[in-house]
T-cell receptor, first 115, second 114 residues
Framework: DSGVTQTPKHLITATGQRVTLRCSPR?????VYWYQQSLDQGLQFLIQ???????AKGNILERFSAQQFPDLHSELNLSSLELGDSALYFC??????????????FGPGTRLLVL | AQSVAQPEDQVNVAEGNPLTVKCTYS??????LFWYVQYPNRGLQFLLK??????LVKGSYGFEAEFNKSQTSFHLKKPSALVSDSALYFC????????????FGAGTTVTVRA
């Protein structure tokens, strides 16, 4: 158990809908990262927040947004969902900024199925 | 740009035999290299990392990895594989000069047969 928690574990929804994925980082970690894992794209970095502020952006669609709250938990919002958004979404956390040799610890993931 | 290649989609070994999972990387600055393992329906678990210093890094569950700068490789090894080592293994790299994100390889599925 990494100490990173994610809810819900599974989510089934329809195209065009909006969903929110939640992540609680390890105690004391200030950075939260979101990744998408799909069969065709592999594991893709979406976005990083550090202590409430957006730190780095990866291959995140405009339909997707995230935020980190004062208690350091984070939410990933996915809107106007398409079939291709079906994937496993991981949250990870690290102690500080996440550069250098800092380790990211991953949560169990949220499996999203868009029908 | 940073990238990672895992040339083998699958590795099959017999229990008790040595296990090697290959990884090569490309970065413009100093590399920070990581190995993660993913069991079915689970998240990624951190195994080990290379930052600097000794080229042989020891990690969890008896795994080790050797950093080779000239060959830009960071192969994961285990001297004696267990059936419970069957999983999906990911190599990841961070470029120390200009980026914060981790770039992951496509993953290698390891199957250890009894």
């Amino acid at each position: 158990d990494s100490g990173v928690t994610q809810t819900p574990k599974h989510l089934i929804t329809a195209t065009g809908q909006r969903v929110t994925l939640r992540c609680s980082p390890r105690s004391g970690d200030l950075s939260v990262y979101w990744y998408q894992q799909s069969l065709d794209q592999g594991l893709q970095f979406l976005i990083q927040y550090y202590n409430g502020e957006e730190r780095a952006k990866g291959n995140i669609l405009e339909r997707f947004s995230a935020q980190q709250f004062p208690d350091l938990h984070s939410e990933l919002n996915l809107s106007s969902l398409e079939l291709g958004d079906s994937a496993l979404y991981f949250c990870a956390s690290s102690v500080a900024l996440g550069d250098g040799g800092e380790t990211q610890y991953f949560g169990p993931g949220t499996r999203l199925l868009v029908l | 740009a940073q990238s990672v290649a895992q040339p083998e989609d699958q590795v099959n070994v017999a229990e008790g035999n040595p296990l090697t999972v290959k990884c090569t990387y490309s970065v413009s600055g100093n590399p920070y290299l990581f190995w993660y393992v993913q069991y079915p329906n689970r998240g990624l678990q951190f195994l080990l990392k290379y930052i600097t210093g000794d080229n042989l890094v020891k990690g969890s569950y008896g795994f080790e990895a050797e950093f080779n700068k000239s060959q830009t490789s960071f192969h994961l090894k285990k001297p004696s594989a267990l059936v419970s080592d069957s999983a999906l293994y990911f190599c990841a790299v961070r470029d120390g000069s200009n980026d914060y994100k981790l770039s992951f390889g496509a993953g290698t599925t390891v199957t250890v047969r009894a």
